[in-house]
């Protein structure tokens, strides 16, 4: 684990969070992707991790090209200083006007104010079925 520069409560922590899920429904990558530090590193736990900034930018615009809405609805959402756990359903509708919602959670550790490693736990097949997308 990286040290921690600028340690952040337990409030400031989830409000990083809850704008990221926020800035979805939006569409707002720049919004989304202000929310991580430039080394961070996503994990769809079911799938390879992805580390740095770009390859993450990369792979949210593949989302929300491939929607036509998104919606991170947060369920449940505990944080303790760089810390968030947040139960979702995730909500999206494709093109073709498919609907998927999607049970995850999320665990987010966060670093001077920035997500610096988001994994998120989720059923592979109750989102690549229902979408025809393979992650």
Known sequence: ?????KPMT??????VVSNFLGAWQK??????MDCFAPDAIYHNVPVAPIEGIDGIRE?????????EYAELEI???????????????DHFRLHDGR????????????????IWRF???F???SFEGPTGLKL
């Open 1 to 5: 684990m990286h040290a921690t520069v």
């Open 10 to 15: 337990a409030e400031a922590s989830k409000e």
């Open 27 to 32: 569409r707002d990558v720049p919004g989304i």
């Open 59 to 67: 792979t949210f615009e593949g989302f929300l090209s491939a929607f």
């Open 75 to 89: 369920v449940r959402i505990a944080a303790e200083p760089n810390l968030v756990f947040a139960e979702r359903v």
């Open 99 to 114: 609907s998927v919602d999607l049970p995850e959670n999320g665990v987010f550790e966060l670093r001077d104010g920035n």
């Open 119 to 121: 994994s998120d736990y």
């Open 123 to 125: 059923d592979l097949a």
